[in-house]
């Protein structure tokens, strides 16, 4: 490799038809406890209508459950070793086409996907909220800080797992504490240092679902908010693939470096695996170009990985979650940043 121009690798695989899961063997293994259940259960649920990538096989079994109570109700009578992945708006994660076993949940907007105001300079906001709603909310009430989530599609329980950052501000300036509900159903209420925030990670325990939010801005005139806001959407429109089927920044940007740089130095702008491309407008952003497969797009940053590590020496991470399980015969094995592998 080395070369800056876009080059086709590997092989393509085309669409793969998901087999059908357990869903309803699961569903069935709850018992007569979710008749009182309210929210949505679905059996073997297309995790490609859900991820941006568009790509991926299904859940298991998905629940949107209505509100916070609900969500308790179906923890406690969820056997505590099905496992339970949750999911956000699905603009950060990507789904392998063997699909994600036990269950996978996703937050109802109609639970949670509100913002109100929270007291001076305070809002709220549900864990399913886009982010823009929030920047759009502190906008119309003079409350500054906030310009960033403007460009980030995300949501905030999304936000708050991924300390999601743009334009020189994270989610942890703004974070006062988060509502969250653990594995067995127990409330918690987490503050700003028991989320150990650090780039693009909290170390808060891995098994809570964030259910609300509670951030402070401070006091900011509302036409200059507007401009922050119209620059922040400007830059995204010019430099981002914003109207593909992506997943954002594939990798984290390693200290002192920038993923891009790194990515288009070793001549993987444009490189295509399967129906996947590192972008070419931004080369650390993977997309589907309409037919790739969870196996497509993992091949291909695990591709970038290596060529990154040929040409530099830096070993890049992974900002972009990877949920699931391979499909059989179709597993990326990840670079171990051995060259003679
Ligand atoms: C075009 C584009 C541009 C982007 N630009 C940026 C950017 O500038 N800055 C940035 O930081 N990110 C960016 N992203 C990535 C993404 O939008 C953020 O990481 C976002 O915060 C993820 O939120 P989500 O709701 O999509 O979460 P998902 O992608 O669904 O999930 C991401 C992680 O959060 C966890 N999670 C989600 N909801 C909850 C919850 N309620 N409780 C507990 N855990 C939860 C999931 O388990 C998963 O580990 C971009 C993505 C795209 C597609």
């Not at 991820?51 to 009578?77: C, N, S, Y």
């Not at 949670?112 to 909220?129: D, K, S, W």
């Not at 119209?230 to 984290?252: C, I, L, M, W, Y």
């Not at 591709?303 to 391979?326: A, C, N, P, S, T």
Request: proline fraction near 5%; aromatic fraction near 8%; include cysteine.
């Amino acid at each position: 490799m080395g070369s800056s121009t876009a080059q086709a690798i590997g092989r393509p695989i085309g669409k793969v038809r998901m087999k059908q899961v357990n869903g309803e063997k699961l569903l069935a293994s709850l018992g007569d406890g979710v008749k009182d259940i309210r929210g949505r259960i679905t059996p073997d649920a297309p995790m490609d209508r859900v991820t941006w990538f568009r790509a991926g096989g299904l859940a298991e079994l998905m629940f949107q459950p209505h509100d916070v109570d609900d969500l308790i109700a179906f923890l406690k009578i969820l056997p505590e070793e099905v496992p339970l992945t949750v999911v956000g708006v699905g603009s950060n994660i990507l789904v392998r086409d063997g699909g994600i076993p036990g269950v996978v949940l996703r937050l109802s907007a109609k639970g949670f996907g509100f913002v109100e105001l929270a007291g001076e300079n305070r809002i709220l906001a549900g864990a399913i909220c886009p982010d823009k709603h929030v920047a759009a909310m502190a906008m119309d009430n003079g409350i500054g800080g906030f310009h960033f989530f403007y460009g980030i599609p995300g949501g905030i329980g999304g936000a708050a797992r991924m300390n999601a950052g743009a334009n020189g501000v994270e989610t942890r300036e703004r974070l006062i504490e988060v509502n969250a509900v653990d594995r067995k159903g127990n409330k918690h209420v987490l503050s700003n240092a028991e989320m150990g925030y650090s780039y693009r990670l909290s170390k808060a325990p891995a098994d809570l679902i964030f259910t609300s939010v509670l951030f402070e801005g401070y006091p900011e005139d509302r036409a200059q908010i507007r401009a922050e806001m119209d620059a922040v959407r400007n830059h995204r429109e010019t430099v981002q693939p914003v109207r593909e089927k992506t997943g954002g920044s594939t990798f984290k940007n390693p200290p002192g470096h920038s993923a891009w740089k790194l990515i288009d130095e070793a001549g993987c702008r444009g490189l295509v695996i399967g129906g996947a491309q590192m972008s070419s407008l931004h080369c650390n952003f993977m997309i589907n170009m309409g037919q790739a497969t969870g196996y497509d797009l993992e091949y291909l940053g695990e591709q970038v990985r290596r060529e990154v590590f040929e040409k530099d020496g830096i070993k890049l991470e992974w900002e972009i979650k990877r949920l699931g399980v391979f499909m059989p015969g179709r597993e990326v094995r990840p670079f171990q940043g051995v060259t003679s592998e």
